[in-house]
């Protein structure tokens, strides 16, 4: 089983940039694809970003392609997300998300353990 926890979220102008940290408890880490979802009052759950268990092979939204970086320590079971150029619509409760061995996928429904979720706020 695995458990997680977002931080890192916050209030930020556009432009700025947050690092958002996930936290596993979790023995396994290193067996599970993570992913990075976000979603915004009113709309869907969408995918952000996610991370293959080794770290090499990613994806992204086009939305946040060259802005935003994936990555993770398995030594210390945390994925990161690094957002840059931060814009107004980027605001929305970020999700940490997990799947066991899994390809990595775009579908939420993909990814059966969640963090509680940070609340990331870019101000125009």
């Known amino acids: 089983q695995m458990q997680l926890v977002e931080s890192g979220g916050g209030l930020v102008q556009a432009g700025g940039s947050l690092r958002l940290s996930c936290a596993a408890s979790g023995l396994t880490f290193r067996s599970y694809t993570m992913g990075w979802f976000r979603q915004a009052p009113g709309k869907e759950r969408e995918f952000v970003a996610g991370?293959?268990?080794?770290?090499?092979?990613?994806s992204y939204a086009d939305s946040v392609k060259g802005r935003f970086t994936i990555s993770r320590d398995n030594a210390k079971n945390t994925v990161y997300l690094q957002m840059n150029s931060l814009k107004p619509e980027d605001t929305a409760v970020y999700y940490c998300?997990?799947?066991?061995?899994?390809?990595?996928?775009?579908?939420?429904?993909?990814?059966?353990?969640w963090g509680q979720g940070t609340q990331v706020t870019v101000s125009s």
């Open positions: 998300a997990a799947r066991f061995q899994g390809p990595l996928g775009r579908n939420r429904y993909d990814y059966p353990y």
């Open positions: 991370s293959y268990w080794s770290g090499i092979t990613t």
